[in-house]
């Protein structure tokens, strides 16, 4: 239909208005189909029903929430379903916990995979300083692990827990395998370890014999070593009182002798106390003295 059609139409609606062109456009085509001109394709209608309900079958699934679920059903029925979980960088965590934090049910899509929720899970676990996990299409899922590392046993009351370096507490003592690990005891005792532990390390000789560094008050530490004996060391100088406990068990092996404590809290002054079995033992000897010194006099 040309210029003079449309124009027509317009005088035909008993107006003299001229309609806009898209409108134009629309009028023609309507013309056109009713008188036959244009032919439209054979399972149009049905085409267009299929769409409609498509179209409204995927507005409810994804006003329902279900939008997640299909496309995991779907993804993994074409081949995508996570089938091997590979964990690395673990020596204390175990892959059963990262497994079922990742909640895999044999059907999990790996585009349905939310790893960012999966990191911030498998972070929480008590060993975990951090971690990465990468999709390795078609199937796979890589995790590396970074864990922290145990420093000592610091115990709390009747408690047993694994600490860091910086005294960060990892996880409470379940086994054996970290008896070697230095001792801390007491309240404060897991903040202070480190540097305690750093003025140890300067005489190997007696940091070898050290059973557990005891915190007293929050101000000093009480070290009980390996034999029983107790060194009390000061609040400050500790270097000092531990060069001064080096030379006594150097040129009399203090450590080595029936000896309960060894007192080094005053910097002009060395305290030790006996053993009650070597204080039984001085006292006899000193009984003994007395009564010879006696029977000489006598003799005079």
Not at 5 to 23: D, M
Not at 152 to 167: C, F, M, N, P, V
Not at 260 to 281: K, N, S, Y
Request: aromatic share 6%; net charge positive; hydrophobic share 45%.
């Amino acid at each position: 239909m040309n210029g003079r059609g449309a124009n027509a139409v317009a005088h035909a609606s008993g107006e003299g208005v001229v309609l806009p062109r898209p409108l134009r456009r629309v009028v023609r085509f309507i013309l056109s189909l009713c008188a036959g001109r244009i032919v439209l394709p054979r399972h149009l209608g049905k085409m267009s029903l299929i769409s409609f309900y498509s179209a409204v079958a995927l507005h409810g699934t994804i006003v329902g929430g279900h939008w997640p679920a299909v496309v995991e059903a779907t993804t993994s029925g074409v081949g995508f379903a996570v089938e091997d979980v590979r964990v690395s960088g673990n020596q204390h965590t175990s892959e059963i916990d990262i497994l079922q934090l990742l909640g895999l049910d044999g059907s999990t899509s790996l585009l349905g995979l939310d790893i960012a929720a999966a990191r911030t899970a498998i972070a929480e676990l008590p060993w975990i300083e951090s971690v990465e996990i990468r999709k390795v299409y078609p199937a796979t899922v890589e995790i590396l692990l970074r864990e922290r590392q145990a420093y000592g046993i610091w115990q709390h009351g009747t408690d047993l827990s694994l600490i860091e370096r910086s005294g960060s507490v990892i996880a409470p003592l379940r086994d054996n395998k970290f008896a070697s690990l230095p001792l801390f005891v007491g309240r404060d005792a897991e903040s202070a370890a480190a540097a305690v532990e750093k003025e140890f390390s300067a005489w190997p000789a007696i940091a070898s014999r050290v059973k557990a560094f005891v915190r007293v008050g929050g101000r000093r530490w009480d070290v009980h070593m390996d034999n029983g004996i107790i060194v009390r060391l000061p609040e400050g100088k500790i270097a000092d009182a531990l060069a001064l406990l080096n030379r006594f068990e150097k040129e009399q092996s203090v450590l080595s002798r029936d000896i309960a404590a060894i007192d080094l809290r005053l910097p002009d002054r060395v305290t030790v106390r006996l053993t009650p079995e070597a204080q039984g033992r001085r006292t006899a000897a000193l009984e003994e003295r007395r009564k010879t010194l006696k029977k000489l006099e006598q003799k005079i």
